[in-house]
């Protein structure tokens, strides 16, 4: 996970950073040097790879950047969607997630494990993702592509902050350099 995570959320940053370039959109030297420390940021925070990590496969890397893409995806189309169209663009892409996902279980329903749902936890878990969907296209109609999908792929650094208040992880030293660094980028892109 210290190489997919990172991956992943490379991808989903530099695909809309191109399609915003792509679009007109102009980075000052701040962005871009933010740009540039974010990425450092997210592959620091992931603790980046190990003495104990394995090298992962192949399907790995191929599911790592597909989520990248798919995400990228996602944040573009987000994007796209005309300023008058209100919620519908998060009502449609909730519409078409859940019909893949209840697709997905249901062909792959013999070989999920079939401990019953934590509800609360499942209730939880979507409505935080509709609030940061929301928080996303409320900034995307905001500001600029590139920025925000940039700021947006930062979420690892919201994931170890969170094990650490909640699970009580200890940080390791690179992870702590790697939320400086994410502070700083987001400091630099709102300089623009």
């Known amino acids: 996970m210290s190489i997919l995570s990172p991956l992943t959320a490379v991808i989903s940053a530099v695909i809309p950073v191109g399609v915003g370039l792509l679009e007109g959109e102009r980075l000052g030297t701040p962005a871009v040097s933010g740009l540039l420390i974010a990425v ?3 592959v620091l925070v992931g603790g980046g790879p190990s003495a104990e990590s394995s090298r992962p496969g192949r399907v790995a890397l191929v599911l790592a950047i597909g989520a990248g893409a798919a995400i990228a ?4 189309c987000l994007h796209q969607a005309p300023a008058g169209s209100g919620l519908a663009p998060l009502l449609a892409g909730s519409v078409v997630s859940s019909s893949v996902l209840l697709g997905a279980v249901m062909t792959l329903r013999r070989r999920i494990d079939t ?6 936890l499942a209730i939880g878990s979507g409505a935080l993702s509709a609030l940061a969907n ?3 296209l409320l900034a995307v109609r905001s500001g600029d592509l590139s920025i925000v999908a940039v700021i947006t792929a930062l979420y ?3 994931t170890v902050v969170l094990a650490r208040v909640v699970l009580g992880e200890r940080l390791r030293p690179v992870q702590v350099a790697g939320l400086a660094a994410a502070a700083l980028a987001v400091s630099l892109l709102a300089l623009g």
């Not at 401990?115 to 609360?120: G, M, S, V």
């Open 115 to 120: 401990t019953p749902p934590r509800w609360a």
């Open 134 to 136: 929301l928080a996303f």
């Open 156 to 158: 690892p650094g919201v």
């Open 73 to 76: 995806a996602q944040l573009i």
């Open 40 to 42: 450092l940021a997210i």
